[in-house]
Protein backbone atom coordinates (compact mmCIF):
# COMPACT_ATOMS: atom_id res chain seq x y z
CA UNK A 1 0.00 0.00 0.00
CA UNK A 2 1.44 3.03 -1.20
CA UNK A 3 -0.22 6.74 -0.95
CA UNK A 4 0.09 10.42 -1.67
CA UNK A 5 -1.43 12.40 1.44
CA UNK A 6 -3.67 15.18 1.05
CA UNK A 7 -4.64 17.88 3.48
CA UNK A 8 -6.12 20.97 3.80
CA UNK A 9 -9.88 20.52 3.16
CA UNK A 10 -12.22 22.36 4.80
CA UNK A 11 -15.82 24.39 5.06
CA UNK A 12 -15.21 27.76 3.20
CA UNK A 13 -17.91 30.16 2.65
CA UNK A 14 -18.17 31.22 -1.18
CA UNK A 15 -15.66 33.49 -2.48
CA UNK A 16 -13.50 32.00 0.11
CA UNK A 17 -9.80 30.15 -0.08
CA UNK A 18 -8.38 27.23 0.52
CA UNK A 19 -4.87 25.38 0.33
CA UNK A 20 -4.69 22.01 -0.49
CA UNK A 21 -1.84 19.86 0.29
CA UNK A 22 -0.28 16.75 -1.37
CA UNK A 23 2.60 14.98 0.15
CA UNK A 24 3.72 12.33 -2.92
CA UNK A 25 4.84 8.83 -1.56
CA UNK A 26 7.83 9.53 -4.18
CA UNK A 27 10.01 11.77 -5.29
CA UNK A 28 7.92 14.70 -7.13
CA UNK A 29 10.71 14.38 -9.97
CA UNK A 30 10.23 10.52 -10.43
CA UNK A 31 6.42 10.83 -11.08
CA UNK A 32 5.23 11.17 -14.24
CA UNK A 33 2.52 14.06 -12.79
CA UNK A 34 1.12 14.47 -9.54
CA UNK A 35 -2.54 15.22 -10.28
CA UNK A 36 -5.48 16.89 -8.52
CA UNK A 37 -8.80 15.04 -8.84
CA UNK A 38 -12.59 16.05 -7.23
CA UNK A 39 -15.48 14.04 -6.26
CA UNK A 40 -19.28 15.42 -5.62
CA UNK A 41 -21.96 13.40 -4.50
CA UNK A 42 -23.27 11.35 -6.80
CA UNK A 43 -20.89 12.14 -9.73
CA UNK A 44 -17.68 10.68 -11.29
CA UNK A 45 -14.62 11.56 -10.35
CA UNK A 46 -12.70 14.61 -12.27
CA UNK A 47 -9.84 15.83 -12.90
CA UNK A 48 -8.71 19.36 -11.50
CA UNK A 49 -5.26 19.96 -12.40
CA UNK A 50 -1.99 18.42 -13.06
CA UNK A 51 1.89 18.84 -12.47
CA UNK A 52 4.41 17.08 -14.65
CA UNK A 53 7.57 15.94 -13.41
CA UNK A 54 9.17 19.07 -15.49
CA UNK A 55 7.00 21.77 -13.33
CA UNK A 56 4.43 21.79 -16.54
CA UNK A 57 0.69 22.31 -15.07
CA UNK A 58 -2.93 22.45 -16.37
CA UNK A 59 -6.22 22.71 -15.11
CA UNK A 60 -9.57 21.90 -15.84
CA UNK A 61 -11.23 24.68 -17.62
CA UNK A 62 -14.13 24.94 -15.03
CA UNK A 63 -11.95 26.17 -12.79
CA UNK A 64 -9.24 28.01 -14.93
CA UNK A 65 -8.41 31.68 -13.49
CA UNK A 66 -9.51 30.56 -9.73
CA UNK A 67 -7.71 27.40 -9.07
CA UNK A 68 -3.33 27.18 -9.47
CA UNK A 69 -1.72 24.29 -9.29
CA UNK A 70 1.92 24.41 -7.88
CA UNK A 71 4.90 22.36 -6.27
CA UNK A 72 7.38 23.03 -3.30
CA UNK A 73 10.38 21.18 -4.84
CA UNK A 74 12.58 21.13 -1.12
CA UNK A 75 9.31 19.91 1.22
CA UNK A 76 8.08 17.43 -2.14
CA UNK A 77 4.88 18.64 -2.14
CA UNK A 78 2.64 20.14 -4.36
CA UNK A 79 -0.29 22.22 -3.87
CA UNK A 80 -3.57 23.55 -5.27
CA UNK A 81 -4.92 27.08 -3.95
CA UNK A 82 -8.20 27.62 -4.24
CA UNK A 83 -9.75 31.06 -4.91
CA UNK A 84 -12.98 32.44 -5.52
CA UNK A 85 -14.80 28.96 -4.36
CA UNK A 86 -18.15 28.50 -5.49
CA UNK A 87 -20.70 25.89 -3.82
CA UNK A 88 -20.22 23.59 -7.48
CA UNK A 89 -16.31 23.08 -6.21
CA UNK A 90 -17.70 21.20 -3.32
CA UNK A 91 -16.46 17.84 -3.44
CA UNK A 92 -13.65 15.19 -1.92
CA UNK A 93 -10.20 16.11 -3.23
CA UNK A 94 -7.46 13.38 -4.33
CA UNK A 95 -4.07 13.58 -4.87
CA UNK A 96 -3.39 10.85 -7.70
CA UNK A 97 0.13 9.81 -8.91
CA UNK A 98 0.32 9.01 -12.23
CA UNK A 99 3.10 6.76 -13.20
CA UNK A 100 2.89 7.51 -16.76
CA UNK A 101 0.15 9.02 -19.22
CA UNK A 102 -2.20 6.22 -19.06
CA UNK A 103 -3.82 4.56 -16.20
CA UNK A 104 -1.03 1.83 -14.29
CA UNK A 105 -1.41 -0.01 -10.94
CA UNK A 106 1.68 2.29 -10.18
CA UNK A 107 -0.73 5.21 -10.22
CA UNK A 108 -1.62 6.02 -6.49
CA UNK A 109 -4.18 7.93 -5.14
CA UNK A 110 -4.65 9.48 -1.58
CA UNK A 111 -7.65 9.12 0.81
CA UNK A 112 -9.16 12.51 -0.44
CA UNK A 113 -10.02 15.64 1.68
CA UNK A 114 -13.42 16.90 1.86
CA UNK A 115 -13.68 20.67 0.16
CA UNK A 116 -17.38 22.32 1.35
CA UNK A 117 -17.85 25.38 -0.47
CA UNK A 118 -21.40 27.34 1.69
CA UNK A 119 -22.92 30.09 3.50
Known amino acids: QVQPVESGGGLVQPGGSLRLSCAPS????????VDWYRQAPGKQREFVAS???????SVVDSVKGRFTISRDNAKNTVYLQMNSLKPEDTAVYYC?????????????WGQGTQVTVSS
Open 51 to 57: ISSEGKT
Open 26 to 33: RSIFDIYA
Open 96 to 108: HEAAGPFPSDDDY
